[in-house]
């Protein structure tokens, strides 16, 4: 105790339990938690051991209640426009960008609370699968695809030439797409 103010001294050292986790991990533990408690809301409750990819597409097909973009069906007259000039009655759902973020935590979150990694059920191919059919889905209705960030451009001009000049990107011939490339 310091004498001269009457306090105590605290002398040990900040646990890391003490310290704010970044946001990354209190996202990661958030959505965890989510997860377990989407997992014990079914009927019958599961234990996250019980777990498989089936129950993590419901579980995606389940947040696009809550989702905030707008996918154009096909039917749609806004399909393929990236800004429409006014509203439709299209379903709003879940970005594929949200749905790839939340993905990769719930991955390391499965890991990271003891599940082995080759029983990983946010990492199968069926997830991969899914998760590649929303980005195509959600880029076809807002008539802007997706493209791979290039490495460098020798190596990729000839794959690039190939991808721009593909016709079988899209449905519809009419659209058109302005490339930053050209």
Sequence with gaps: MDSSKGFPI???PISSAAV???RY?????????TFGQFLRNQIPPLDIHQCNSGH???YMRY????????VHFQGCMFYGHPDPPEPCTCPLRQAWGSLDALIGRLRAAYEENG????MNPFASSAIRAYLREIKD???KARGIPYRKKKRSSSSTSSRST???????????SSMLIISPDN
């Design 137 to 139: 889905s959600q880029a």
């Design 115 to 118: 599940g082995p990694p080759e």
């Design 25 to 33: 991990e209190s996202q990661k533990r958030r959505d965890w938690n």
């Design 10 to 12: 605290d002398v040990t």
């Design 162 to 172: 190939k991808k721009n000049n593909n016709e079988d990107d899209f449905p519809s």
């Design 56 to 58: 993590v597409l419901e």
């Design 63 to 70: 947040l696009d209640q809550f989702g905030k973009t707008r």
């Design 20 to 22: 704010t986790p970044s």
